[in-house]
């Protein structure tokens, strides 16, 4: 029997530069656009500086990944924060990774620590220059999204971090916490599918388990757009 062809696309706002390494289970490319065809999406590259108007930018798409990076500057962060608005508008569904994840909930009035070890100086080391892969454990929160994806308790994951969430965005849970109580994922209160981690799933030095956050964004997006119209199917062709 063929094997379906993909028709969901995905849409990538922020830097996925291309690499050579593999995942951290080794079994495709590390960046957002390989988790996202391992799930079986399309990926969809928007840049993080659009020339165009931003509600331009999400025609034809049927879900979001955020993602930003150390050097992001305002007006990305700025466009970030209005693209999670015009999901949650659309109900289109929208994972958000790291600073990505800072900027979901920003954009619905929450606030972020811009640096842990000042901030909290009693926080556990989330990141460690020079050193890469720092991994610390997290406790995912029962009656999640989260937990339906990996499972509620304890799991190991990559830490890269420096700023973290704060005051929480209205209209959104917390959803998982490291042990020092620092937010590491959060999730919508309601029915739109918004889920943000503070770890990087893509990473090389991300777990096998971390496609769920992906294959999870692709069954929101399946349900929420049903049949992928025709049109669609044939010009992601």
Known sequence: MATPVPTLRIGIFGRDEPTSEKHGCGLWPAGVAGSITQADGIPV?????????????????????????E??????????EALAQICQM??????????????????????????????????????HPPERGLR?????????????????????????????????ARGFRICAQALDSV????????????????????????SGLDIQ???GLLEACG???GEVPEETACSAA
């Not at 994840?101 to 926080?123: E, K, Q, S, V, W």
């Not at 919508?188 to 599918?193: C, K, L, T, V």
């Open 213 to 215: 956050l992906f294959r």
């Open 183 to 206: 937010v590491e994922a959060i999730e919508s209160n309601g029915d739109w599918f918004a889920l943000g981690v503070q770890w990087n799933p893509t990473s090389a030095t991300a």
């Open 136 to 168: 610390h454990a997290i406790n995912v929160l029962p009656d999640t999204i989260l937990a339906d994806l990996y499972g509620e308790g304890e799991l190991v994951v990559n830490s890269e971090h420096r700023k973290a969430v704060q005051r929480l």
């Open 45 to 69: 590259f928007l840049g993080d500086n659009p020339t165009q108007p931003l509600e331009e930018l999400l025609e034809g798409l049927h879900g979001l990944v955020l993602t930003a990076h």
């Open 71 to 80: 050097g992001v500057i305002r007006k990305q962060l700025a466009d970030a």
């Open 90 to 127: 659309r109900s289109l569904p929208v994972l958000a990774i790291d600073q990505g994840m800072h900027a979901l909930n920003t954009a619905f009035g929450g606030t972020i620590y811009l640096d842990l070890p000042r901030d909290l100086p009693d926080a556990l080391q989330h990141r």
């Open 223 to 225: 349900k929420r757009w």
